[in-house]
């Protein structure tokens, strides 16, 4: 069995899939089953730290579209991401591995303020890092969260875990004909306007040449499988 090929990642971990079969909230047996595959990458030796997205929880759009305000949907949004961070940080410390909330927004009598030095000594502490809050901005996503986030801590790769196996030519719960890429550059992505990242994140991805794979989270052992590069994913690099 290969070891892993990455020294340190950071897993964006799709709100929604923590659903599982609800129609919104958290599923804690999703999150135990998520939970005991990152310890498992944590004992291949891999420093991991996890973006959690907020889709099962609140999304800013969604309250936009529906005539509300879209700053406050949004930070509605990013506290979802926190409740989603705390939920698997009692997970993963459950299983023996310490793990820490750092929040861009601050809520001190909930987690830690993330700062990049702070991170770094968690790290070097051997801890699992769970970062919510996304970019703590409105009018961005987790996505971009998840790239800022590798950017900053030298990540090797971004690996997103989401609903679908990989990047299609369209949406592929929408376009029952598409087909999925093996490889695409971030600059194919951008100018295909594949959707399964927002353009934002794709191109701080770019900028600071950081692959990114995307797989789907709900397949049992996919996180451990991309990490030794095995498995259905897209590989977006170059
Ligand atoms: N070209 C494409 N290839 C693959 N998926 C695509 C494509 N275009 C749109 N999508 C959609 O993008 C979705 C993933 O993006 P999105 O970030 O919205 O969800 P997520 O990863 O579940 O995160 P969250 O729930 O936290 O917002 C997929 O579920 C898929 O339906
Ligand atoms: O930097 C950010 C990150 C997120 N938001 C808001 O939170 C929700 C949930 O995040 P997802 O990326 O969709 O999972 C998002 O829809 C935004 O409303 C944000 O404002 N800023």
New binding site residues.
């Given amino acids: 069995m290969p070891e892993a090929l990455y020294r340190r990642v950071l897993l964006k971990l ?4 923590l659903m599982g079969d609800r129609t919104f909230g958290i599923d804690p047996k999703v999150v135990n089953r998520i939970a005991a595959e990152i310890v498992e990458a944590h004992r291949l030796g891999v420093e991991i730290a996890v973006v959690v ?4 929880i609140f999304r800013g759009v969604s309250v936009a579209a529906e005539g509300g305000d879209r700053t406050t949907g949004d930070y509605l949004g990013m506290l979802g991401t926190v409740m989603n961070a705390l939920a698997l940080r009692s997970a993963v410390d459950r299983l023996g591995v310490p793990a820490v909330v750092l929040s861009a927004i601050a809520i001190p009598a909930l987690c830690e303020t993330f700062t990049q030095r702070g991170a770094m000594t968690h790290f070097a502490e051997n801890k699992v890092l769970i970062f919510a809050g996304g970019t703590g901005n409105p009018f961005f996503t ?2 971009s969260g998840a790239a800022l986030r590798a950017a900053e801590m030298g990540c090797d790769a971004l690996l ?1 875990g ?3 196996d990989g ?2 030519t ?4 929408k376009d029952p004909t598409a087909t999925r890429y093996e490889q695409l550059t971030h600059q194919e992505v951008l100018a295909k306007n ?4 927002d353009a934002a994140a794709i191109a701080l991805a770019r900028d600071n040449r950081i692959p990114v794979i995307v797989f789907s989270v709900h397949e049992s052992g996919s996180f451990v499988d991309v990490l030794r590069g095995r498995g259905r994913s897209t590989t977006i690099a170059g």
């Fill in positions: 799709s709100g929604e899939a997205g907020g889709g099962n987790t996505d997103k989401t609903q679908v990047v299609y369209a949406d592929p719960k594949l959707q399964v990242m």
